[in-house]
T-cell receptor, first 114, second 113 residues
Framework: DTGVSQNPRHKITKRGQNVTFRCDPI?????LYWYRQTLGQGPEFLTY????????KSRLLSDRFSAERPKGSFSTLEIQRTEQGDSAMYLC????????????FGPGTRLTVT | AQSVAQPEDQVNVAEGNPLTVKCTYS??????LFWYVQYPNRGLQFLLK??????LVKGSYGFEAEFNKSQTSFHLKKPSALVSDSALYFC???????????FGTGTRLQVTL
């Protein structure tokens, strides 16, 4: 399968714990995006990388959230000191660049904070 | 700021009938518009896009969408609905130099026999 992959698919954690999610984009895509989707809502933008550079962050991304893309390939999203309000589906997407605009999404990681 | 509105939470249609899922947008500058579909427990799948050119764009699975600049709309259409089209549909806009997609709240399409 050459699509976007995300791991784990599901994560249950207790409030206050740290969690880390991984995203592997489509191999030739240099742009990578993280979104968050809560029940009944559309995905909301969190952050964006072009190669290894993090170029944009949403105000939704509090200081408890950090994302990296160290070698311009896979990316990780870490949430520190999780809160119940962090429970959501975290979606990763990738795109080829400025000449094509569509983003291709992974299956998501569903986070439940108890 | 860019925004997308999907005025219908749910659209019900009988199999074989035409379907329309509505979307209106608000952006500064030229809009780049997209439709995605989401099946249960799966990520979003790209259906089609409007960047420039012909106002009627065709996409995957027989779907098409019509861009109307004066009405700031980008409605999704299909001439003959299938039960397997039942899913959650999202309209999104990517405006100008921004790098992110702004999504609507989604419309659930229910196609019945």
């Amino acid at each position: 399968d050459t699509g976007v992959s995300q791991n784990p698919r599901h994560k249950i954690t207790k409030r206050g714990q740290n969690v880390t999610f991984r995203c592997d984009p489509i191999s030739e895509h240099n742009r990578l995006y993280w979104y968050r989707q809560t029940l009944g809502q559309g995905p909301e933008f969190l952050t964006y990388f072009q190669n290894e550079a993090q170029l944009e962050k949403s105000r939704l991304l509090s200081d408890r959230f950090s994302a990296e893309r160290p070698k311009g390939s896979f990316s990780t999203l870490e949430i520190q000191r999780t809160e119940q309000g962090d429970s959501a589906m975290y979606l990763c997407a990738s795109s080829l660049g400025r000449t094509t605009y569509e983003q291709y999404f992974g299956p998501g990681t569903r986070l439940t904070v108890t | 700021a860019q925004s997308v509105a999907q005025p219908e939470d749910q659209v019900n249609v009988a199999e074989g009938n035409p379907l329309t899922v509505k979307c209106t947008y608000s952006v500064s500058g030229n809009p780049y518009l997209f439709w995605y579909v989401q099946y249960p427990n799966r990520g979003l799948q790209f259906l089609l896009k409007y960047i420039t050119g012909d106002n009627l764009v065709k996409g995957s699975y027989g779907f098409e969408a019509e861009f109307n600049k004066s009405q700031t709309s980008f409605h999704l259409k299909k001439p003959s609905a299938l039960v397997s089209d039942s899913a959650l549909y999202f309209c999104a806009v990517f405006a100008g130099t921004a790098s992110k997609l702004t999504f609507g709240t989604g419309t659930r399409l229910q196609v019945t026999l």
